[in-house]
């Protein structure tokens, strides 16, 4: 007779089929809860100790019951991917575009409680609704409590028992159909010393939140409980869709678990005086905005850390308007919760223009390298590079070297000159290293493989961090193939903490990048910063005074390309793969394909035999 599950279980990775040795784990998974949305606290997404299901008898599982969440409207694709946390028997997660809050019995699948935000203009305006990941858990004086950021960018203290607003927490928000506790307008706080915000704009009106004509904000990932703060993450338009060089900045808030009251507020974009200001020429932080956290956070409660990744500025096509390496975006950031000063960061890449943002949450584990026992951090990448560090100093654990990289060859763009490449672990994928090489072109016959090559005769070839170019251009440039091979936010990876064992699934894509519609520099909605009103109405006309020639997409249109044959990729594709380290040496210790190849592929006519 089969054993029936429930779907907690089943979701479960892999991770916890090894024999534990003498690594611990950080708090979250204590007796089979997963109170944190990657588990535990250091997001490895495994847990040893939920031993009812093993490879012996997981090929007999059946479905104990079923959820449906396409009760809740529409966007249920997206939202529905958000991982559930699970504390006494219940199940918390979130549902829909509006990021509905739900209650779920993990043993009968019964729905206990429900909790919407009403609905508001600034609801109506989020960039990112589809993208609600989940929530956090906390506990406050012996009661358990689900914290929420809404897509209207509201942060939620919920009762864990009821759904209920939390009494005597946070603050009236001035919405006429809210609750007047168990809430925090967070827009307020986090453009209260933005010069521009105090500068230009008349009376807050907190139904419409920030005008349109200065930036977007909201939250795709939820916030995360550390000792008695809850940290607060924000998100932005994304940035393939930005055609925008000014919005509000990302910056990551601190909130007190028992009352709500904000602890301190983090610049991601430093101000003049702050480290890394130097970092953003031509006075770019004033207004260049973004820097989002859209990722998962991680944390050590006992080092009384918290661990963040950031993505780009605005305008991620172009950096000629913010010149310089742009701290703190694409990187690793480890703050003093209690406080919110920076304790280490490492910049994964500068000045980001590839759409290059970290799409995963820090791990966190403890590993034995060489003899030495080290609180490490894993940070996997779209790239395919993986970075390891000591936790507590930021040091690496192996040396990260600053390599020279393709510059741009569009006037008034920049570049930084090198990037970092970690000696080891090695990439996910080979081919990010230097591109299309001989190993790696479409050669499945003597005619496709010639016809690839002509093909890319036409590029110049590249690993990572190939600039783009205008396309199709008049000019003597030619454009440049690179590649990746790491993962999204779709695949994130899962460490084992008794084994110090990481596997991360990975996809191979090469493309050339491109500029799809010329902007001369200007935002679509309103224009450079202090341009006239009729200068932007003659925007046709009209020079930017700096000389800069921006070139951007138009939102919804595709950015890169790369001429196919008869629908056929010049490259060997790898449509999924799955790798394991061993990140106690930092050696790979297997890499597979995985999946079905597609059906254009297997029945492609040239293909045939």
Known sequence: MKTKYSILLIVVPLAFLFSPNSFGQLQGVENGSWQFLGGDAGHTRA????????????????????????????????????????????????????????????????????????????????????????VAYGEVEGRGVIYITSPAFFLWALDAQTGRPLENWGTETGVDSFSNTGVV?????????????????????????????????????????????????VGHEPSYDQTRIENVPGDIMGFDTLTGERLWKFHVIPRPGEFGHET???????????????????????????????????????????????????????????????????????????????????ILMDLNVDGEDIPALIQNTKQGLIFAFNRETGEPI?????????????????TASTQPYPTRPEPLDPIVINGITEEFLMDYTPELKARAEEVLNEFEIGGLYVPALPYPHDNPY?????CVGGLNIYHPPVA????????????RGCSAPAFMEPTNGVDVERGLPGMSEEAWRGRERHTPTTGETVAAWA???????????????????????????????GAKLWDIPIGETPENIRDHPFLQG
């Open 280 to 362: 953003w020429e031509n006075d770019a932080w004033q207004w260049s905005g973004d820097m989002s956290t859209w990722a998962p956070a991680s944390a050590d409660p006992e080092l009384g850390m918290v661990y963040l990744v950031t993505n780009a500025s605005t305008l991620q096509s172009y950096t000629g308007h913010r010149p310089g390496d742009n701290l703190f975006g694409g990187s690793v950031l480890a703050l003093d919760v209690e406080t919110g000063e920076r304790v280490w960061h490492f910049q994964i890449h500068r000045s980001d223009q590839w759409n290059y943002d970290i799409p995963t949450a820090p």
């Open 555 to 585: 939102p919804g249109r595709n950015r890169e390309f790369l001429p196919l044959i008869n629908r056929l990729p010049v490259y060997k594709p790898l449509f999924q793969g799955l790798a394991a380290y061993d990140m106690n040496t």
């Open 185 to 233: 307008d967070l827009i307020p706080h986090l453009v209260s010393d933005w010069p521009r915000w105090l500068e230009r704009e008349g009376p807050y009106d907190p139904d419409h939140g920030i005008p349109r004509r200065i930036g977007m904000v909201t939250a795709s990932a939820p916030p995360i409980v550390v000792n008695d703060t809850v940290v607060v993450l």
């Open 47 to 134: 847990s040893p100790h939920l031993t009812q299901i093993t490879a012996d008898n997981f090929a007999d599982l059946e479905v104990a019951w079923h959820w449906r969440a396409d009760n809740f409207g529409p966007g249920v694709e997206f939202t529905a991917r958000s991982t559930p946390i699970y504390v006494d028997g219940v199940l918390y997660t979130v549902a829909g575009q509006r990021r509905q809050v739900i209650a779920i019995d993990a043993a009968t699948g019964e729905t206990l409680w429900t909790f919407r935000e009403p609905e508001t203009m600034r609801y109506l305006r989020s960039p990112r609704t589809d993208f609600g990941k989940g």
């Open 478 to 482: 030619r454009n440049v193939v690179g």
């Open 398 to 414: 192996w040396p990260i070297e600053d390599r020279a990289v393709m510059q741009t060859q569009v006037p008034g763009n920049y």
């Open 496 to 507: 084992d903490p008794t084994t110090g064992i990481m596997y991360a699934s990975h996809q």
